[in-house]
T-cell receptor, first 113, second 116 residues
Framework: GEDVEQSLFLSVREGDSSVINCTYTDSSSTYLYWYKQEPGAGLQLLTYIFSNMDMKQDQRLTVLLNKKDKHLSLRIADTQTGDSAIYFC?????????????FGAGTRLFVKA | KAGVTQTPRYLIKTRGQQVTLSCSPISGHRSVSWYQQTPGQGLQFLFE???????NKGNFPGRFSGRQFSNSRSEMNVSTLELGDSALYLC???????????????FGAGSRLTVL
């Protein structure tokens, strides 16, 4: 079945790059997403990548997809204290899973000033 | 435009009671999904509704149910509450179909349920 796994915690210094990793089990996953959750709020979509892409860049965010290893990563350049949040990796496949999106447990990012 | 609105934001119930949570999606969004978020389990998919029909369901017991109304508003109900049902319940709406096929979800702030 579908499963998405992430490490639970990551701590970086302000100004450094953060890399959050995720693995997924469903090789037919078509879309892979990164969401961000700030305290007391719901999740907010950061970016998503289609499975035929290897990389997507959006300002400070870079998403890398290794489809062979079923590994997804999110790199945040020049990490700021405002980036402290929980980051969720997610996957969906409209052909087999309908519009059901499966999320990982989330990686809590701590940014030290 | 207004975001996804969930009510109530906080509630406290006792074991054995039931609870109903409400979600108003973004205007024009016809798909509504519900998730349970707990510290130990992360975000677990409950169910998804589109045009008043449940299309997908997660692995939760029958005590968890939901429905969607003709105006796309959705409710979920949990009967015979257990301590383990304490969680943040998140609703998300989606504007389907997307031209790219991606299921971009817009989340509400959630309803935090505490079961004593």
């Amino acid at each position: 079945g579908e499963d998405v796994e992430q490490s639970l915690f990551l701590s970086v210094r302000e100004g450094d790059s953060s890399v959050i990793n995720c693995t997924y089990t469903d090789s037919s996953s078509t879309y892979l997403y990164w969401y961000k959750q700030e305290p007391g709020a719901g999740l907010q979509l950061l970016t998503y990548i289609f499975s035929n892409m290897d990389m997507k860049q959006d300002q400070r965010l870079t998403v890398l997809l290794n489809k062979k290893d079923k590994h997804l990563s999110l790199r945040i350049a020049d990490t700021q204290t405002g980036d402290s949040a929980i980051y969720f990796c997610a996957e969906s496949n409209p052909l087999t899973g309908g519009f059901k999106t499966i999320f990982g447990a989330g990686t809590r990012l701590f940014v030290k000033a | 435009k207004a975001g996804v609105t969930q009510t109530p934001r906080y509630l406290i119930k006792t074991r054995g009671q039931q609870v109903t949570l409400s979600c108003s999606p973004i205007s024009g969004h016809r798909s509504v999904s519900w998730y349970q978020q707990t510290p130990g389990q992360g975000l677990q998919f409950l169910f998804e509704y589109f045009s008043e029909t449940q299309r997908n369901k997660g692995n939760f017991p029958g005590r968890f149910s939901g429905r969607q109304f003709s105006n796309s508003r959705s409710e979920m109900n949990v009967s015979t509450l257990e301590l383990g049902d304490s969680a943040l319940y998140l609703c998300a709406s989606s504007n389907l179909p997307q031209s790219s096929g991606a299921n971009v979800l817009t989340f509400g702030a959630g309803s935090r349920l505490t079961v004593l």
